[in-house]
């Protein structure tokens, strides 16, 4: 089945210094990746995307690159800053053989991050 | 103004007890879902609904009945709870474009505690 992994958490950082989150996955086809992030109390709200191979997403200082070779899809961030306090999901959807998808989103298991001053 | 809305924020009662949950989105898509999200934050969906229509059900109790009036609301009732009910419940709502590749959009969750 398809599954996506991401490194334990949590995760805490001073503020200005560099974060990577690892996320590997599983996919049976051609999955659309994507970084949700949930800051605390809020529902979740998407951060970036890829739907191809080598394709970058980017927002808000964050990355994250479509490695198909080694089926990942880390998220890094140059400087982080306090308001980036949140716990950080990695997800995929997976398009059928005839290129529509339900939509289904298969979650990592979100990575907590806390950004001190 | 709010895309996805969901009632109640909060929601404390007692096991056996019935209880459901509304979510109406105001942007005009066709597709909604609901997620569960547990105490350790995984996220996992339950069920998923295209034009009133039920697409995904994964596996949730029939405990759990979904009911789509129309496109733009899907509520979540749920009979005889039990203390393992205990979570957040996400709904969410997207566009149905090929290749899967569309955000979905979360309202901001009901907090059910059963006691």
């Known amino acids: 089945g398809n599954s996506v992994t991401q490194m334990e958490g949590p995760v805490t950082l001073s503020e200005e210094a560099f974060l990577t989150i690892n996320c590997t996955y599983t996919a049976t086809g051609y999955p659309s990746l994507f970084w949700y992030v949930q800051y605390p109390g809020e529902g979740l709200q998407l951060l970036l995307k890829a739907t191809k191979a080598d394709d970058k997403g980017s927002n808000k200082g964050f990355e994250a690159t479509y490695r198909k070779e080694t089926t990942s899809f880390h998220l890094e961030k140059g400087s982080v800053q306090v308001s980036d306090s949140a716990v950080y999901f990695c997800a995929l959807t997976l398009a059928n053989a005839g290129g529509t998808s339900y939509g289904k989103l298969t979650f990592g298991q979100g990575t907590i991050l806390t950004v001190h001053p | 103004d709010t895309a996805v809305s969901q009632t109640p924020k909060y929601l404390v009662t007692q096991m056996g007890n019935d209880k459901s949950i509304k979510c109406e989105q105001n942007?005009?898509?066709?597709?909604m879902y609901w997620y569960k999200q547990d105490s350790k934050k995984f996220l996992k969906i339950m069920f998923s609904?295209?034009?009133?229509?039920?697409?995904i059900n994964e596996t949730v109790p029939n405990r759990f009945s979904p009911k789509s009036p129309d496109k733009a609301h899907l509520n979540l009732h749920i009979n005889s709870l039990e203390l393992g009910d205990s979570a957040v419940y996400f709904c969410?709502?997207?566009?149905?474009?090929?290749?899967?590749?569309?955000?979905?959009?979360f309202g901001p969750g009901t907090r059910l505690t059963v006691l």
């Open positions: 609904y295209n034009n009133k229509e039920l697409i």
């Open positions: 969410a709502s997207s566009h149905e474009l090929a290749g899967g590749s569309d955000e979905q959009f």
């Open positions: 942007l005009g898509h066709d597709t």
